[in-house]
């Protein structure tokens, strides 16, 4: 596993090593000893989620506040997806910014997003599956949100505007400006 810093704290992008032959390929998806040994962060992860998602759809940005604040571990296995996480931790460096990163099926790249972010992605191909590990259980009550076109924030999806589909909860996010601190 090879594990790139993303210039957000403790947001990373994990590389599997990947085993090809004419057969297929294998790769481990996560061991908890190698996670924690060349990130320094607890890989205990508690919940599992799958998405799946046709072109176009964009989800988040979504978090979880208070006792239920989650970190995740995503990965993409059928398709694309623009993945975004935005740091939200007030006494970060890097509050405000956010990262975008390519994950697909094929490139097999992870997304380690810590607590304190909001987490979105868009559908770049036609449709997609897309896994999250999560450090904590899903509380309905803590959930939180920035609208996904906030104009601070200012993140291109890579979706033209006539074909985003956005769902009607995502629609009622509020704005980054207003956002209650995670």
């Known amino acids: 596993m090879e594990i790139e810093q993303t210039g957000l704290k403790d947001c990373l992008i994990i590389k599997p090593r990947v085993f090809e032959d004419p057969r297929g390929y294998f790769f481990e998806s996560f061991n908890q000893d190698?996670?924690?040994?060349?990130?320094?962060?607890?890989?205990?992860?508690?919940?599992?989620?799958?998405?799946?998602?046709?072109?176009?759809?964009?989800?988040?940005?979504?978090?979880?506040?208070?006792?239920?604040?989650?970190?995740?571990l995503v990965r993409v296995t059928k398709g694309e997806v623009l993945d975004v996480a935005v740091?939200?931790?007030?006494?970060?460096?890097?509050?405000?910014?956010?990262?975008?990163?390519?994950?697909?099926?094929?490139?097999?790249?992870?997304?380690?997003?810590?607590?304190?972010?909001?987490?979105?992605?868009?559908?770049?191909?036609?449709?997609?599956?897309?896994?999250?590990?999560?450090?904590?259980?899903?509380?309905?009550?803590?959930?939180?949100?920035?609208?996904?076109?906030?104009?601070d924030l200012n993140i291109d999806w890579l979706i033209p505007e006539e074909d985003q589909a956005i769902s009607d909860k995502d629609l009622l996010l509020k704005p980054f400006s207003v956002l209650q601190h995670i």
């Open 87 to 151: 740091d939200v931790r007030p006494s970060s460096p890097t509050y405000g910014k956010h990262i975008a990163v390519r994950l697909s099926a094929e490139n097999k790249l992870q997304l380690y997003i810590p607590r304190g972010f909001v987490h979105g992605f868009s559908v770049l191909s036609e449709t997609a599956e897309f896994l999250y590990k999560c450090d904590n259980f899903f509380n309905k009550a803590s959930e939180t949100g920035v609208i996904y076109n906030d104009a």
């Open 34 to 72: 190698t996670f924690e040994e060349k990130t320094g962060l607890s890989g205990r992860f508690v919940q599992d989620n799958q998405s799946y998602s046709s072109y176009g759809v964009i989800r988040g940005l979504h978090a979880q506040t208070g006792e239920f604040a989650q970190a995740k």
